[in-house]
Nanobody, 115 residues
């Protein structure tokens, strides 16, 4: 069983930046690939980015070039640096393994982009 705790969300203006963090309850090395996902109001949860145990990264087209995922295995932490935020980035952001395991979802962290 793995638990993830997300933090770092908040209210930001368009064009602004936020850095999200996700702390895993277990060893990140043993957990393997981890991803960030988001769910906007009235929409299904969607994939944002993932990072392998070795640090290889992948991004959804709608965040590539603006978001950067990273991990610190020693701290069991996966981060998401979000720059040039857009109104459409407003959502609750979650981390989970990649591919997801349904009972690993945490509470998420709310990101609101608004002028």
């Amino acid at each position: 069983q793995v638990q993830f705790e997300e933090s770092g969300g908040g209210l930001v203006q368009p064009g602004g930046s936020l850095r999200l963090s996700c702390v895993a309850s277990g060893s990140l090395v043993s957990i393997g690939p981890v991803g960030w996902y988001r769910q906007a109001p009235g929409k299904q949860r969607e994939y944002v980015a993932r990072i392998s145990s070795e640090g290889q990264t992948m991004y959804a087209d709608y965040v590539r070039g603006r978001f950067t995922i990273s991990r610190d295995n020693a701290k069991n932490t996966v981060s998401l640096q979000m720059n040039s935020l857009e109104l459409e980035d407003t959502a609750v952001y979650y981390c989970n393994v990649a591919p997801v395991v349904s009972h690993y979802w945490g509470q998420g962290t709310q990101v609101t982009v608004s002028s």
